[in-house]
């Protein structure tokens, strides 16, 4: 029974991953446990510099099990640093958090961070769906495979999405200079 409980959290937090359009976590102030596992299931995080991250677990007589010891290697690239936060417990800041990649921006007030999330998110959406879909899909595809599996993988979704009509507009925009940005069916 317990089995089935942590692997169905493991599976709601891994939608966070799987969802075809980007996931922008924006944090403030404490994130810890669970929270980082959340957090690590995103695909842009940003902070305010008053934030600070935490694997607690281990001061629980936990192992993290719901995705942080399995996605947070990928994001922050450094095992020392990965078992240096698991293994103690310690308390992670902003300015850390920036410096090795778990955050890409750290913002000086929640209100600063959330408009420049929703900035953000409305840049993102402003692209083509085929493009960002097909963009996060081929990031995360290429997280887990070889460099030669990824540029297969994506020469065959664009062998079939560079058909659509989202290249037709965007190349029709780019050579008119003075007509406004390609628009693109909402993401």
């Given at each position: 029974m317990m089995y089935k409980k942590i692997r169905n959290f493991q599976a709601m937090f891994t939608t966070l991953e799987t969802c075809?359009?980007?996931?922008?976590?924006?944090?403030h102030s404490a994130c810890i446990g669970g929270g980082v596992d959340l957090i690590a299931?995103?695909?842009?995080?940003?902070?305010?510099?008053?934030?600070?991250?935490?694997?607690?677990?281990?001061?629980?007589?936990?192992?993290?099990?719901v995705g942080t010891l399995q996605r947070l290697?990928?994001?922050?690239?450094?095992?020392?640093?990965?078992?240096?936060?698991?293994?103690?417990?310690?308390?992670?800041y902003s300015e850390e958090a920036e410096r090795c990649g778990l955050v890409s921006k750290v913002f000086d007030t929640?209100?600063?961070?959330?408009?420049?999330?929703?900035?953000?998110?409305?840049?993102?959406?402003?692209?083509?769906?085929?493009?960002?879909?097909?963009?996060?899909?081929?990031?995360?595809?290429?997280?887990?495979?070889?460099?030669?599996?990824g540029l297969d993988q994506v020469a065959m979704y664009n062998m079939v999405m560079l058909q659509s009509e989202d290249l037709m507009k965007s190349a029709m925009s780019a050579m008119d200079k003075e007509a406004?940005?390609?628009?693109?069916?909402?993401?």
């Open positions: 075809n359009k980007p996931v922008i976590g924006a944090i299931a995103t695909d842009i995080r940003m902070c305010t510099k008053d934030a600070w991250f935490q694997v607690k677990e281990v001061d629980m007589g936990l192992t993290a099990d290697p990928r994001i922050i690239g450094s095992q020392s640093l990965v078992n240096d936060l698991c293994l103690t417990a310690r308390k992670m929640r209100e600063a961070m959330l408009e420049g999330a929703l900035s953000m998110a409305s840049t993102i959406a402003s692209k083509s769906p085929v493009a960002v879909q097909g963009t996060k899909q081929s990031i995360i595809y290429s997280r887990e495979h070889t460099v030669q599996e406004p940005p390609a628009e693109f069916a909402k993401l």
